[in-house]
């Protein structure tokens, strides 16, 4: 069996490092500072954001894959994740930085709500953030400046200040994602084709007969991503998520059967509906139609 950390709280693995925490509910660590660290797999019950710094060839697992990371990358966790590498007993010299922070301390600020916006939390395999070198140095500017605040001595205000620098580095990871996904056009354009041709062959197979309409994570294990990377690559691109891509696709089909001679329900059960009147809901949601009505429009025109 794989020994697993239990990280339950930021010092669950500040222990683990070798590192004494002066706040209860957050900790940040400089790996510089305290290599070399002794591997392990870590069980999350705390946020973390870990910037990697120049070490090459280490494999880090995250869910049941690897991360493919460089020098500038930061690999995200949320509570309920698994990451890290096994303990095999080997040592690893490391450079880079940690931010740990349990959920308790965003509770009664706008951002315990608000993480969840973060897609990035749920990204999984090769899906990482990679930044410039200038991006990575304000990252660490603001990882030093929270390491300052936490020396200071505990007032009635250090927890704000500190949800204060965790959104500033969270806004700044979703800024630099989203020069992420312009600058790799090409990229995003190859997950988009296969998208499209993925969905083409799930009805061309009638898949739909058997299994229902193709869901979300259906289509993002499909193409070996995460839910929430294939919708964001898919919101930059196109500027539909995943969900309303689907439909759309979906409804595509439905008007081509319609004006083929199909009726509703012949329709809503062959692209896989359990019920007529839940197809012609979405219809309607998507063409401001009903089936009926966008085929009387047809044929008056």
């Given at each position: 069996?794989?020994?697993?950390?239990?990280?339950?709280?930021?010092?669950?693995?500040?222990?683990?490092?070798?590192?004494?925490?002066p706040h209860e509910l957050i900790s940040v660590i400089n790996y510089a500072e305290?290599?070399?660290?002794?591997?392990?797999?870590?069980?999350?019950?705390?946020?973390?954001?870990?910037?990697?710094?120049k070490e090459e060839g280490m494999d880090l697992v995250y869910g049941t894959g690897?991360?493919?990371?460089?020098?500038?990358?930061?690999?995200?966790?949320?509570?309920?994740?698994?990451?890290?590498?096994?303990?095999?007993?080997?040592?690893?010299?490391?450079?880079?930085?940690?931010?740990?922070?349990?959920?308790?301390?965003?509770?009664?600020?706008?951002?315990?709500?608000?993480?969840?916006?973060?897609?990035?939390?749920?990204?999984?395999?090769?899906?990482?953030?990679?930044?410039?070198?200038?991006?990575?140095?304000?990252?660490?500017?603001?990882?030093?400046?929270?390491?300052?605040?936490?020396?200071?001595?505990?007032?009635?205000?250090?927890?704000?200040?500190?949800?204060?620098?965790?959104?500033?580095?969270?806004?700044?990871?979703?800024?630099?994602?989203?020069?992420?996904?312009?600058?790799?056009?090409?990229?995003?354009?190859?997950?988009?084709?296969?998208?499209?041709?993925?969905?083409?062959?799930?009805?061309?197979?009638?898949?739909?007969?058997?299994?229902?309409?193709?869901?979300?994570?259906?289509?993002?294990?499909?193409?070996?991503?995460?839910?929430?990377?294939?919708?964001?690559?898919?919101?930059?691109?196109?500027?539909?998520?995943?969900?309303?891509?689907?439909?759309?696709?979906?409804?595509?089909?439905?008007?081509?059967?319609?004006?083929?001679?199909?009726?509703?329900?012949?329709?809503?059960?062959?692209?896989?509906?359990?019920?007529?009147?839940?197809?012609?809901?979405?219809?309607?949601?998507?063409?401001?139609?009903?089936?009926?009505e966008y085929c009387r429009d047809r044929k008056n025109k």
């Amino acid at each position: 069996m794989s020994k697993i950390l239990k990280v339950n709280k930021p010092s669950d693995y500040s222990a683990w490092v070798g590192q004494s925490d002066p706040h209860e509910l957050i900790s940040v660590i400089n790996y510089a500072e305290l290599s070399p660290v002794r591997h392990s797999l870590n069980n999350y019950n705390v946020y973390g954001l870990f910037l990697q710094g120049k070490e090459e060839g280490m494999d880090l697992v995250y869910g049941t894959g690897k991360y493919d990371y460089s020098e500038g990358t930061l690999i995200c966790v949320a509570p309920g994740q698994l990451g890290g590498k096994e303990d095999n007993g080997e040592f690893v010299n490391l450079t880079g930085w940690a931010v740990l922070f349990h959920p308790d301390i965003l509770q009664g600020t706008g951002l315990e709500k608000g993480i969840k916006d973060f897609s990035f939390f749920d990204y999984r395999i090769n899906e990482a953030l990679h930044m410039t070198s200038e991006e990575r140095d304000l990252m660490v500017t603001l990882i030093r400046q929270l390491e300052q605040e936490l020396r200071f001595p505990a007032d009635t205000l250090q927890n704000r200040i500190i949800v204060g620098f965790i959104n500033l580095l969270l806004r700044y990871a979703q800024r630099f994602y989203n020069r992420q996904f312009i600058t790799r056009t090409i990229v995003n354009n190859d997950i988009l084709s296969r998208f499209e041709s993925l969905l083409k062959d799930y009805f061309d197979n009638e898949f739909q007969l058997s299994k229902g309409l193709p869901s979300v994570q259906y289509c993002s294990e499909q193409l070996c991503m995460s839910p929430n990377y294939l919708s964001d690559v898919l919101k930059r691109t196109t500027g539909d998520t995943a969900t309303h891509y689907i439909k759309s696709y979906v409804v595509q089909l439905a008007k081509n059967r319609l004006m083929a001679g199909m009726n509703s329900s012949e329709v809503a059960y062959y692209l896989g509906f359990d019920y007529p009147q839940h197809f012609t809901r979405m219809f309607k949601k998507l063409t401001g139609q009903t089936p009926m009505e966008y085929c009387r429009d047809r044929k008056n025109k």
